[in-house]
């Protein structure tokens, strides 16, 4: 059988918070039990917890790891180091502009060598870290493989969007490959390494996710399919490296950076198993729902994965996108409405051009409305679509996306003082005249 997602990679087991098993030696997994006096192969049992002990069930994270040295022989002596743009919540009254509407050109890939690690450039944070609420968003440039350098973040689970260049995600858990269209998930605390897979560079967007896992959405009244279906979500199986070389372990904990040097490889988990694990995501996989008679429904209906807050229905972070799809509404005005919003919306653009802001927003740039801002379609989009004939007119060639969540977005410096803010961008909507008229 042949089709546009026919070939499955055998490097991936499929299905969204699934219980896995693999190994990469045969018999490398004890079955029956977790920690046997002596594991196989002179391996060493190892838990890694992505939750309290106590979750429920639904929500309790771990697996069991397998590996030639445990966790505690991956550290030594921490040495501060500093990441001036890898920014975290609180980040309050770290520059001097007013509130509004901003918005970003694409920033170019800098001209200097870059790890995935070394090209994160945070623009907005949210919430706070040390609490474990919130979030932070921003850009990432790569222009080199990390080689004998691995990281961990004990902050924040990671959302990585690739929007040019495909990176190669070496886990402790086993390997993921994305391009510009799919998606990558790394929990919180697990070690990896980014290499540079085909390409000499790579831009992104990244979503660092403080509090409860991300998980899929209820969908509600459309019912048990559509949208995001768990069977398209592929985890890794186990693949490690018997490295007995120097390496440098740098960690991310409560928004601070600390390295040391280790004489191996941390990335040596021969087998595992459990459902904290990383996953990626093809975006083209994204079965969206919408209206089929009239009125455009609320953004929600895009939502591809969200991580819930304490408060039932509010998002810590929803990530929500904007593909392919058909427009069929009757006497409807069908860009998004114009609104105000509780959430704030991070919104970056991975292709092609984006219906409500068809000049402006091109493929890498960014957008940022904050809670309580009005924003909506500029004043061609707006033109457009009272005036064109309404026949089904499919968008293609399109991908746009938004990191949304319920607390107010702080900008750092480093997204107050790039060249690329577009200072006009507020006059978009300087064309909408007054249309009233007293009359039907």
Same mark, same amino acid.
Not at 77 to 95: K, V
Not at 213 to 225: E, S
Not at 400 to 416: G, I
């Given at each position: 059988?042949?089709?546009?997602?026919?070939?499955?990679?055998?490097?991936?087991?499929?299905?969204?918070?699934?219980?896995?098993?693999?190994?990469?030696?045969?018999?490398?997994?004890?079955? #029956?039990?977790?920690?046997?006096?002596?594991?196989?192969?002179?391996?060493?049992?190892?838990?890694?917890?992505?939750?309290?002990?106590?979750?429920?069930?639904?929500?309790?994270?771990?697996?069991?790891?397998?590996?030639?040295?445990?966790?505690?022989?991956?550290?030594?002596?921490?040495? &501060?180091?500093?990441?001036?743009?890898? @920014?975290?919540?609180?980040?309050?009254?770290?520059?001097?502009?007013?509130?509004?509407?901003?918005?970003?050109?694409?920033?170019?890939?800098?001209?200097?060598?870059?790890?995935?690690?070394?090209?994160?450039?945070?623009?907005?944070?949210?919430?706070?870290?040390?609490?474990?609420?919130?979030?932070?968003?921003?850009?990432?440039? /790569?222009?080199?493989?990390?080689?004998?350098?691995?990281?961990?973040?004990?902050?924040?689970?990671?959302?990585?969007?690739?929007?040019?260049?495909?990176?190669?995600?070496?886990?402790?858990?086993?390997?993921?490959?994305?391009?510009? #269209?799919?998606?990558?998930?790394?929990?919180?605390?697990?070690?990896?390494?980014?290499?540079?897979?085909?390409?000499?560079?790579?831009?992104?967007?990244?979503?660092?996710?403080?509090?409860?896992?991300?998980?899929?959405?209820?969908?509600?009244?459309? #019912?048990?399919?559509?949208?995001?279906?768990?069977?398209?979500?592929?985890?890794?199986?186990? @693949?490690?490296?018997?490295?007995?070389?120097?390496?440098?372990?740098?960690?991310?904990?409560?928004?601070?950076?600390?390295?040391?040097?280790?004489?191996?490889?941390?990335?040596? /988990? /021969?087998?595992?198993?459990?459902?904290?694990?990383?996953?990626?995501?093809?975006?083209?996989?994204?079965?969206?729902?919408?209206?089929?008679?009239?009125?455009?429904?609320? &953004?929600?209906?895009?939502?591809?994965?969200?991580?819930?807050?304490?408060?039932?229905?509010?998002?810590?972070?929803?990530?929500?996108?904007?593909?392919?799809?058909?427009?069929? #509404?009757?006497?409807?005005?069908?860009?998004?409405?114009?609104?105000?919003?509780?959430?704030?919306?991070?919104?970056?653009?991975?292709?092609?051009?984006?219906?409500?802001?068809?000049?402006?927003?091109?493929?890498?740039?960014?957008?940022?409305?904050?809670?309580?801002?009005?924003?909506?379609?500029?004043?061609?989009?707006?033109?457009?679509?009272?005036?064109?004939?309404? /026949?089904?007119?499919?968008?293609?060639?399109?991908?746009?996306?938004?990191?949304?969540?319920?607390?107010?977005?702080?900008?750092?410096?480093? @997204?107050?003082?790039?060249?690329?803010?577009?200072?006009?961008?507020?006059?978009?909507?300087?064309?909408?005249?007054?249309?009233?008229?007293?009359?039907?």
């Amino acid at each position: 059988m042949t089709g546009k997602f026919s070939n499955v990679s055998s490097d991936y087991m499929s299905g969204f918070g699934n219980d896995f098993e693999t190994e990469s030696l045969k018999g490398a997994l004890p079955q #029956g039990q977790n920690s046997p006096q002596n594991c196989a192969y002179g391996l060493y049992a190892e838990q890694l917890s992505g939750s309290p002990f106590t979750a429920p069930r639904g929500e309790n994270e771990r697996s069991w790891l397998y590996r030639i040295r445990p966790s505690v022989r991956h550290s030594a002596a921490f040495s &501060p180091l500093d990441m001036p743009n890898w @920014a975290s919540a609180p980040n309050i009254g770290d520059h001097d502009l007013p509130i509004a509407q901003l918005r970003w050109s694409p920033v170019e890939i800098p001209d200097e060598p870059l790890s995935f690690v070394e090209g994160v450039r945070i623009m907005t944070t949210a919430g706070d870290v040390n609490t474990q609420s919130g979030m932070a968003a921003g850009l990432y440039f /790569v222009t080199r493989s990390m080689e004998d350098e691995v990281f961990y973040n004990a902050d924040a689970e990671l959302l990585v969007v690739p929007q040019q260049g495909d990176l190669l995600f070496f886990t402790e858990l086993g390997k993921l490959q994305i391009a510009p #269209g799919e998606i990558a998930i790394i929990p919180r605390g697990m070690k990896f390494r980014v290499e540079l897979a085909g390409c000499d560079s790579a831009r992104g967007y990244i979503c660092e996710n403080y509090g409860g896992k991300f998980t899929l959405p209820d969908r509600g009244p459309i #019912g048990a399919n559509c949208l995001a279906n768990p069977r398209d979500f592929k985890t890794p199986i186990a @693949a490690f490296e018997e490295r007995d070389e120097p390496c440098t372990l740098t960690v991310k904990w409560c928004g601070k950076f600390y390295s040391c040097r280790l004489g191996h490889s941390p990335l040596d /988990v /021969v087998a595992w198993h459990g459902n904290y694990a990383p996953y990626k995501y093809d975006l083209d996989t994204f079965s969206p729902v919408g209206a089929i008679r009239f009125d455009h429904p609320d &953004p929600s209906i895009f939502t591809v994965l969200t991580a819930p807050s304490e408060t039932p229905g509010t998002a810590n972070i929803d990530f929500v996108i904007f593909p392919e799809r058909w427009l069929v #509404g009757e006497n409807t005005f069908r860009p998004p409405w114009y609104h105000m919003n509780i959430m704030s919306e991070f919104m970056g653009n991975i292709k092609g051009e984006y219906d409500a802001k068809p000049d402006g927003f091109a493929p890498g740039a960014v957008s940022l409305h904050n809670c309580m801002l009005p924003h909506g379609p500029d004043n061609e989009a707006y033109e457009k679509a009272t005036q064109s004939e309404l /026949v089904p007119h499919k968008l293609t060639d399109t991908l746009a996306f938004m990191f949304e969540t319920r607390f107010p977005q702080h900008l750092t410096r480093y @997204a107050s003082e790039l060249d690329e803010l577009q200072q006009d961008y507020p006059q978009c909507w300087d064309g909408l005249k007054k249309n009233f008229t007293g009359q039907k």
